[in-house]
């Protein structure tokens, strides 16, 4: 019984094997070398020419101007305001559907810019834009 005396078995080993790594690195070198190449051979093929040309349907915009003393001048022409859901209508009807502008003097009154933005909610308008002028 050899209780001062250590086996060389039961050591503890303080530094890294580095054999399994090093197989392991020359395994996936030759691996790598191997691939590289075939990855490089490509089947040239002549693919066909197509042109396509996209078509921009670029809807048209509608100007609605209301003056300052509460006059509607639909795209630079004047109407009366009976005649504004029917062009709203007429407008809203079309495919695409043009964008509305609407430019308000800024003397109007809000109202007449608001009953011109209800006509064309109603008449089924989903474009609809102001115009403004910067300052």
């Known amino acids: 019984m050899a209780f001062g005396t250590q086996d060389d078995s039961d050591e503890v080993m303080n530094e890294i ?3 399994p790594l090093v197989d392991v690195m020359l395994v996936l070198l030759i691996i790598f070398i ?3 190449p075939v990855m490089k051979h490509s ?7 197509a042109t396509n040309q996209p078509e921009n349907i670029l809807p048209e915009t509608v100007r609605l101007s209301v003056a300052a003393d509460g006059q509607y001048f639909w795209n630079g022409q004047q109407i ?4 504004l859901p029917a062009h709203l209508q007429a407008e809203a009807a079309k ?24 006509a064309a909610q109603r008449a089924g308008v989903r474009k609809i834009g102001f115009v403004t002028e910067p300052q």
């Open 43 to 49: 089947v040239n093929v002549d693919l066909p020419r």
């Open 17 to 19: 094997n580095m054999t």
């Open 95 to 118: 495919q695409p559907q043009p964008d509305l502008h609407i430019r308000g003097d800024k003397e109007v009154r809000y109202e007449r810019v608001a009953q011109a933005m209800a």
């Open 34 to 36: 191997i691939t590289v």
């Open 80 to 83: 009366a305001d009976d005649e």
